[in-house]
């Protein structure tokens, strides 16, 4: 199984380069040649491509753009859940009774409560 972690590891790391590229054909060339597409396959590439990257954690400074590019091309709605997906992790945080810090006053109360436990 690490084998299979690593070789994931390193495609994706490979996929989010081309991916940063922006450019379709070397996109859609790099998915085929990991035949991961067919040629012909998907349909609608540069979608898939704006979808890849609005779904890839590493790419979040592209996220913005790829919401962009989802709302101008007809898929307001695939962009609205990632626009809410984006935002989620902030107020996860927020919420999180941790005991590791922060700015929340609540935070030690919760703690010790937890140690009298």
Excluded: C
Excluded at 11 to 35: C, M, N, P, Y
Excluded at 41 to 47: I, K, L, N, S, W
Excluded at 87 to 112: E, F, H, L, V
């Amino acid at each position: 199984m690490g084998k299979s972690m690593t070789d994931y590891a390193s495609f994706r790391q490979r996929l989010d380069a081309v991916l940063r590229t922006l450019d379709v054909k070397q996109v859609q060339g790099f998915l085929i040649a990991e035949r991961q597409w067919s040629p012909g396959q998907p349909a609608d590439p540069e979608f898939a491509m704006w979808m890849m990257i609005v779904g890839s954690p590493s790419l979040q400074d592209l996220h913005e753009r790829a919401r962009k590019w989802l709302e101008t091309h007809g898929h307001e709605e695939e962009a609205k859940i990632f626009a809410a997906r984006d935002k989620k992790p902030q107020g996860k945080r927020k919420s999180a009774p941790s005991g590791s810090g922060g700015s929340r006053t609540d935070n030690k109360s919760q703690s010790s409560t937890k140690r009298k436990k």
